[in-house]
């Protein structure tokens, strides 16, 4: 059961043995997790994003203090690779710790062979190449995002001297203040810019036939 920290009010009653904290980076986070305590449940906290091992960004000191607070409480951490894990680790080094990477789903080796080779067919037919961009645009922490885009138009550059090249991009509204915009419409081929929707990822990767993967700046990621 997936449930908002806002939605948690005074007196709360139990309904589960174990809750995990997920992106609750604040005192409320501090002070259910208190409460919970307190009321005998097992805590977890789950950790994907490394906003913890930059000890000489003062920007994310809050994140490290509010890491020491919850390793009182917290009976275990939950990770999202085997590095986010060294760096849990580091800071609570008497907690049991586990790695859980991110799902993948099955996918049919026939269907995609058969969707390669239209593809394939489609750029030698028409001379045109569609190329995909999808991901969170923007990072208040890090140079990554729409920044990273805008650093590979000479990839995109080498492939428009043999092809007709159209870049689509599904990004956050946010991400699309005056800099970002001024980023990607900087790069050398005609761009469609969208709001990201799940079926408009899926959408995009079954039409395009290059896509750039969205990684983050760090070595959590995947």
Known sequence: EIVSVDEFRHPI????????FSKCYDVRGIALAKVLKRAGAVLGVDFFDDHFS??????LVHRREWMDEMKGLADFALCSTTQMAS??????PDRPNHVMNDPFGEFDALTLGDKIERKLL??????????GWFGQGDNNHFP????DLARFGHVLSNIQTRFDVHLDILTNLRALHTDGLERIHSLPVPLTIRE???????????????AFIPVNGQPFSI
């Open 54 to 59: 930059q000890v000489d960004d003062a920007r």
């Open 13 to 20: 009653a139990l309904s589960a043995d174990v809750y995990l």
């Open 144 to 147: 990554v995002g729409l920044r």
């Open 87 to 92: 760096v849990v680790g580091g800071r609570w």
């Open 196 to 210: 990201w929707s799940q079926s408009r990822e899926t959408g995009l990767l079954n039409e395009c036939q290059v």
């Open 122 to 131: 489609d750029v030698r037919s028409s001379g045109r190449v569609r190329v």
